[in-house]
């Protein structure tokens, strides 16, 4: 929920704005920052009318990752997908001058509704807990099977090599985290372990899937999506800035990866965000099955091939 606010924003500066360009939200406002996992910092912004919206901002400073940031996509893709079946928020208004706020920022909608921090669903019975999963699988193929030329986002990202492209991306991060210096022993943290190992594997083109092109969301999981407060649908899927062009089994393996990591003790689990004891959840579908509700029609190779590997 939100609180009070870790990085403060000039009120007196938004609301000039708000005045300017966004009239329907009066003023004065109130702002409170929502909490900590966000890669943007965002806030819930109050009207004098008590009408919520949310304020999406890009970090100041220098970035370790300049794509983990870009509001300015995340704002494009939002307004594009408005016009589509896809459930997102309705877009307000974008400003990409610095002086107003530091670094650019939008203003979106704020949905009431429920978000699970615990992909397991806890509370819910058998029956909704997999229906909001098939829910969430499906509404993620029928956002791969959009035209991204058709919906206004044409040139959004480069149509292939999306595999190799994260693998590069992947290297770099792991180069710039391990030359961050530890407060207390004032040494590199160093390598990430294992991690040559791992790209070594992902760099095999055995294990590599064909290669495919559709807009992804780049970070789909069910702590992204918000369910409707009585009913087992989605009304917004959340945090698109890392959405571009990619390989719609990426999104996939993304969303399933809390059943994928093994020897972890319950409280190691739930520090990093991951369920324990998903094979004893009465509804939880397995990975195969929503890999088999995930994945687009015409896509039975990769289905089995899927299959195969998650057997």
């Known amino acids: 929920m939100a609180g009070p606010l870790?990085?403060?924003?000039?009120?007196?500066?938004?609301?000039?704005?708000?005045?300017?360009?966004v009239p329907q939200i009066q003023t004065p406002i109130t702002l409170a920052q929502f909490g900590f996992g966000q890669s943007n910092p965002t806030y819930l912004l109050t009207s004098s009318t008590n009408a919520k919206y949310v304020l999406r901002k890009k970090p100041p400073g220098?970035?370790?990752?300049?794509?983990?940031?870009?509001?300015?996509?995340?704002?494009?893709?939002?307004?594009?997908?408005?016009?589509?079946?896809?459930?997102?928020?309705?877009?307000?208004?974008?400003?990409?001058?610095g002086s107003v706020l530091g670094t650019p920022f939008y203003i979106m909608e704020f949905l009431?509704?429920?978000?699970?921090?615990?992909?397991?669903?806890p509370g819910l019975s058998a029956k909704e807990r997999k229906v909001?999963?098939?829910e969430a699988m499906t509404t993620l193929a029928r956002f791969h099977?959009?035209?991204?030329?058709?919906?206004?986002?044409?040139?959004?990202?480069?149509?292939?090599?999306?595999?190799?492209?994260q693998l590069e991306t992947w290297r770099g991060l792991a180069r710039a985290q391990g030359v961050v210096v530890d407060v207390e022993s004032g040494e590199a943290?160093?390598?990430v372990p294992g991690i040559e190992r791992m790209i070594a594997f992902f760099s095999d083109e055995r294990y590599q899937p064909a290669d495919r092109a559709s807009l992804i969301h780049g970070d789909f999981k069910i702590d992204n999506l918000v369910f409707h407060?009585?009913?087992?649908?989605?009304?917004?899927?959340?945090?698109?800035?890392?959405?571009?062009?990619?390989?719609?089994?990426?999104?996939?393996?993304?969303?399933?990866?809390?059943?994928t990591v093994n020897g972890l003790s319950p409280r190691a689990a739930r520090e990093i965000g991951l369920p324990s004891g998903t094979a004893h959840i009465d509804g939880l579908p397995s990975v195969a099955q929503c890999v088999a509700w995930g994945l687009r029609p015409g896509m039975q190779?990769?289905?089995?091939?899927?299959?195969?590997?998650?057997?």
């Open 62 to 97: 220098k970035l370790v990752s300049a794509s983990a940031h870009k509001v300015e996509r995340e704002y494009r893709i939002l307004k594009a997908l408005e016009a589509t079946s896809i459930p997102v928020p309705r877009t307000y208004s974008l400003c990409t001058d």
């Open 189 to 191: 943290v160093g390598d």
């Open 132 to 134: 909001m999963w098939r």
């Open 229 to 259: 407060k009585t009913e087992p649908r989605i009304i917004g899927i959340l945090d698109w800035e890392m959405s571009t062009i990619g390989h719609p089994i990426a999104d996939i393996a993304n969303v399933v990866h809390p059943w």
């Open 301 to 311: 190779r990769a289905r089995r091939r899927a299959q195969r590997l998650v057997s």
């Open 145 to 165: 099977r959009l035209d991204p030329q058709a919906v206004g986002l044409e040139g959004y990202g480069r149509a292939g090599g999306f595999y190799e492209r």
């Open 112 to 121: 009431d509704g429920r978000i699970f921090e615990d992909a397991t669903l």
């Open 6 to 21: 870790r990085q403060p924003i000039d009120i007196a500066s938004l609301t000039n704005y708000l005045t300017s360009h």
